[in-house]
Structure formats: C-alpha cells, structure tokens
C-alpha cells in the first residue's frame, strides 16, 4: 500500500495510519514526492510527471500491484498514476482531494 501526502505534508504525515495497516498485514510504503521531506526536487527546468515518478518507485520496489491511498493534493497524483497504469492499482482510495 503505497500512502500518497497532501500538498502540506509529506510520507511523513501517515505516521499513525502506517503502523496500523502494516499490522493488519500491509507492507506499508509512505511515498514523498518530488521536493517533498528528504526527496530530491528533481530538474525545475523538467519537472516530469508525478505519475511517471511514482512508476518509477513501484518498478524499483518490484512491486506488481499496489493499493493506493491518497489525501488531498496526494489524490490528484494516485488519480494520475491509477489512468495512466490501470493494470498496477489494486484500489485507489482518495479522501479530502
């Protein structure tokens, strides 16, 4: 399950929602997205696609498919990732978006 942070946060903002959903058996991956908490900021010239950099995320994990759950600005990205990838999203959940 791949946790996808409002524009105010980033993957830390899931703190108490991931242990719970790793204890109920969840490999639990809090993802920060491009210039968020620790991540690089990336080219500001080329900025890419916040789909195609989650994609890159879940191939470096080996993941096959994933769950998605987004908040706010989050859920415009899983939203993205979800159209442009049907065949890797399990569930998409987005809330306050």
Known sequence: MILLHAGTQSAA???YQQPVLAA???RMIGYSRRGYY???AGDADNPGY???DLHRLVQHLKLDNVHLVSAAQGGFFAI???LAYPGNVLSLTVVSS
């Open 50 to 52: 916040g789909a195609d």
């Open 24 to 26: 109920a058996g969840y």
């Open 80 to 82: 993205d990732y979800t």
């Open 38 to 40: 620790r991540s690089d």
């Open 13 to 15: 903002g899931w703190v």
